[in-house]
């Protein structure tokens, strides 16, 4: 019971902190100058945990500086990967192989190019933070029709790993489907300079396939956005049984424009998130600033891991009970970070696109406050599955998860103490490694030893419901998530690819 009530003490004081982090890490460091160097991402592992080597890394904050890198890596026949800002994929993605390649960074390439309010066309540097591309779209009466939760994200590396918010209608909710441009620099012979410049375009074939390209195809320069005069949204929360979870998850999508379902299995309760647009005229100064976004004293994310740690090794009946209710409770009883005038009075809740569509207020601030997963403190330390099935297919596959839970309820605790698995909608697209067909995306994180090769507590629930996703529904992992295994085989579910 003590353990349970350290947790409790400790939920309350997160949600109650301060707002404020200090700034994000670096993902290139290098320990000669620009050579000897390292890469990681946000969470400071890869899920292989190993450590990825470069021989040396560039940063250029012009797009011809990036050609001279490119280039220069070419003449020297290296292998090349390009890296973010803040480099949020887990798998390796910015990783270029063997100890003798070249990361450029494209951190310096963060400004807004051009902006015409009249065409709603947008074009910006590939590391632009999303924040600030909303912002700035903001400005000049637009507005991105749809992105990740995740504001911290660049532009390139968002489109790179097919980065989506969650909607069925129109073109969906998918970034990508929103790039009518882009200027990648490729490698070519010697006789054009080991590197050009493409400007790809509409009607251009291989805009589907550069928009989202995994950063194999060369280091994207610049970005245009198709984007839409600015408008409001209404969102409600609503909590309700599972019972006809199945039922609602295949229709849901079609309701509202940018619905989303939260599953706390082990409470057996759905929130229904009701979003959908509404005129500019409509009264509201509603703000997004989700909780599990902000930021938090760096001491209370170690008492949180400690607790977290306590539970894996003595697994306590009342401990992993409290663990489970009372973070889903403490969000809703502060709206999820929803505030109208500065404080949550309630849904609905309604604002202006740019500050309801995505959140991270932990991404840069003072010192002794930190983002919930920050590697540079003993904190959260999780795995994050994500992946996409068939909206025909994903009710099925509710049922199954249903079924394994109904089985033994107790071991979805975990599930519920990490605010249990998201599912969002994304739609169709002509990218190449995009979605073939409408899909649910199911979203989940579960905890993660930092000593390599411990047991997990119910890990095997975790790889089953992974597993079944993957081989029995054909589910599409998504490419800046999941442990390694997912992408085995993964290309034969790209019929375009």
Known sequence: ME????????????????????????????????SNCTVTNAYGSFPDRTICRAANATFPSTEQELIAAVAAAAAAKRKVK???????????????????????????LNRTVSVDTSSGLMTVESSMLLKDLIQDAAAAGLALPHSPYWNGLTIGGLLATGAHGSSLWGKGSAVHEYVVGMRIITPAPASQGFAVVRELGIGDPDLDAVKVSLGVLGVVSQVTLKLQPMFKRSV??????????????????????????????????????????????????????????????????????????????????????????????????????????????????????????????????????????????????????????????????????????DHNRRTFCDLDSMLGMLLRYVKSSSAYLGNSEDSIIFDFTYYRSFTEGEPRSHADVMDELEQLALNKYGAIPH???????????????YPKA
Request: glycine share 8%; aromatic share 10%; charged share 20%.
């Open 3 to 34: 353990s349970g009530m350290v947790l409790v003490v400790l939920l309350l004081g997160l949600l109650l902190a301060v707002a404020r982090s200090s700034p994000s890490p670096e993902p290139v460091a290098c320990a000669h100058g620009a």
């Open 236 to 405: 409600t929360l609503k909590k309700r049984d599972d019972t006809d979870f199945a039922a609602q998850a295949a229709v849901w999508g079609d309701l509202h424009e940018f619905g989303d379902m939260t599953w706390l299995p082990w409470q057996r309760k759905v929130i229904y998130r009701s979003d959908d647009r509404v005129t500019a005229s409509t009264p509201g100064n509603g703000l997004n600033d989700y909780i599990g976004f902000r930021a938090n004293p760096t001491l209370m994310l170690t008492v949180a891991r400690a607790v977290h740690n306590f539970l894996e090794k003595y697994d306590s009946n009342v401990a992993r009970w409290l663990a489970a209710r009372v973070p889903s409770k403490l969000f809703e009883l502060h709206g999820n970070g929803f505030t109208t005038n500065g404080s949550f009075k309630g849904f609905p809740v309604v604002g202006f696109q740019n500050r309801i569509q995505a959140s991270g207020t932990c991404i840069s601030s003072p010192e002794n406050f930190a983002c919930p997963w920050d590697p540079r403190i003993p904190g959260p330390f999780f795995y994050n599955s994500g992946f996409s099935i068939a909206v025909s297919k994903a009710p099925a596959c509710i049922v199954e998860v249903r079924k394994l839970r």
């Open 479 to 493: 490419w800046g998530k999941n442990r390694n295994y997912a992408f085995d085989g993964v290309i034969a579910k």
């Open 82 to 108: 390009a890296a973010t800002k803040h480099s949020h994929s887990f798998p390796k993605l910015a990783c270029p192989g063997g100890s003798d390649g070249t990361i450029i960074s494209t951190e310096r």
